[in-house]
């Protein structure tokens, strides 16, 4: 019975203790709304794009804005994507943050394209973060990675 409870105590400290810190990170943030840009890039069946996002985090657990992405090498701007993106965090407290994404824009000017994403933010500080999502695009897969910076 020692050995077992000798095991769970082990497991259990460090996990508490790692905890702890994780889960109170961002109860002492202000409640009100933060201006985020991101600069990020994307990768879809259509290619590497590059760009950006403008929006508003709200409560650090809403976000809603816009977003423009064009390819690298592209100087008609022919081969575009912009439109607007709504962000719904589900662990609020927490350094490492998951949840649905939806942006919906216009491909090239003229087609009209809904992608829901998985996203992920992992906080490097109060106002700086990496992000991460994957969603489908045209049943390809479409993967986001962008800098999270809170002005």
Not at 34 to 40: A, F, K, T
Not at 79 to 85: E, H, K, L, R, T
Request: hydrophobic residues 40%.
């Amino acid at each position: 019975m020692l050995k077992y409870n000798l095991i769970v105590a082990l497991l259990a400290v460090p996990i508490y203790a790692f905890g702890q810190p994780l889960r109170q990170f961002n109860q002492h943030r202000t409640e009100g709304p933060v201006l985020e840009v991101n600069p990020s890039t994307t990768r879809s069946i259509r290619g590497w794009k590059v760009g950006g996002q403008l929006g508003m985090k709200f409560r650090n657990k809403y976000a809603i804005g816009v977003f423009g992405y064009s390819e690298l090498s592209d100087e008609s701007k022919k081969d575009s994507f912009w439109g607007i993106y709504g962000l719904w965090l589900l662990n609020r407290y927490s350094r490492i943050q998951a949840g649905p994404s939806l942006r919906a824009g216009f491909f090239r000017g003229r087609f009209l394209a809904v992608i829901p994403t998985m996203e992920v933010v992992a906080h490097i500080t109060r106002s700086i973060g990496i992000a991460g999502a994957m969603g489908y695009s045209d049943r390809f897969p479409y993967f986001d990675l962008k800098m999270a910076i809170g002005l």
